[in-house]
């Protein structure tokens, strides 16, 4: 983040909690939001004007057994807010509960699909 600043960069993260972040000096080049990605009417509170996004949700659960599906259904909520997404190497449960999402399994296929969707 330090880099993407320097650099001029505006920052926006996403947080479930605005009362429990801590404000930095850079504050006019570091927006905070409020959003829980497993909350979809939450989403309307992230920026439509990004131009990329880097991806690192926290998931907590209460057991082990549950956390993959709460990680991957964060995943869902990120990607339908982006203009262009795909997921990589899914688990089959979230092949067949969102069939339109476009898979790509290699990392081959996430670079094609990187350049494609860049120019």
Not at 77 to 104: H, Q, R, W
């Amino acid at each position: 983040m330090p880099l993407l600043l320097n650099e001029g960069h505006t920052v926006v993260c996403s947080v479930r909690d605005t009362s429990r972040t801590i404000k930095h000096n850079e504050d006019e080049f570091i927006e905070i939001v409020e959003a829980d990605f497993l909350k979809p009417d939450t989403l309307i509170n992230i920026p439509k004007d990004i131009d990329v996004a880097y991806y690192l949700i926290h998931s907590m659960s209460n057991s082990s057994t549950d956390f993959e599906p709460i990680h991957s259904y964060n995943d869902i909520g990120m990607l339908k807010t982006a203009d262009y997404c795909t997921l990589f190497n899914p688990p089959s449960s979230l092949v067949s509960e969102y069939p339109d999402m476009p898979i790509v399994s290699d990392y081959q296929q996430l670079h094609s699909f990187i350049q494609k969707t860049a120019s």
